[in-house]
């Protein structure tokens, strides 16, 4: 069982800059495809970024450009880092293990998930 704790989550300004962090249990988190979804309220969870287990990432195209993901195998930490936010980025952002992303824009469901650090964006 893969525990996931996020961190990071908080108020910020437009125009600001947050970064998330997610640290796991498992000592063989370098095998698994991380990621970072978001669910504003009263819409459905998204899909925000993958870094995959071999080093290549993915975006939203809502965040591309503005949003970076890295992985720290040696800490068993992914992070988001979140630039030029936008009040639309508002939500509770979820750390993921375990998934795949695909072209068409749908995703394997993961096989273990965060609880969740909110983040508001005040206009």
């Known amino acids: 069982q893969v525990q996931l704790v996020e961190a990071g989550g908080g108020l910020v300004q437009a125009g600001g800059s947050l970064r998330l962090s997610c640290a796991a249990s498992e000592r063989t988190f370098s095998s698994y495809n991380m990621g970072w979804f978001r669910q504003a309220p009263g819409k459905e969870r998204e899909f925000v970024s993958i870094?995959?287990?071999?080093?290549?990432?993915n975006y939203a195209d809502s965040v591309k450009g503005r949003f970076t993901i890295s992985r720290d195998n040696a800490r068993n930490t992914v992070y988001l880092q979140m630039n030029s936010l936008k009040p639309e980025d508002t939500a509770v952002y979820y750390c993921?293990?375990?998934?795949?992303?695909?072209?068409?824009?749908?995703?394997?469901?993961?096989?273990?998930w965060g609880k969740g650090t909110p983040v508001t964006v005040s206009s």
């Open positions: 870094s995959w287990r071999g080093g290549s990432t």
């Open positions: 993921a293990a375990g998934f795949t992303w695909y072209d068409s824009g749908t995703y394997s469901s993961p096989e273990y």
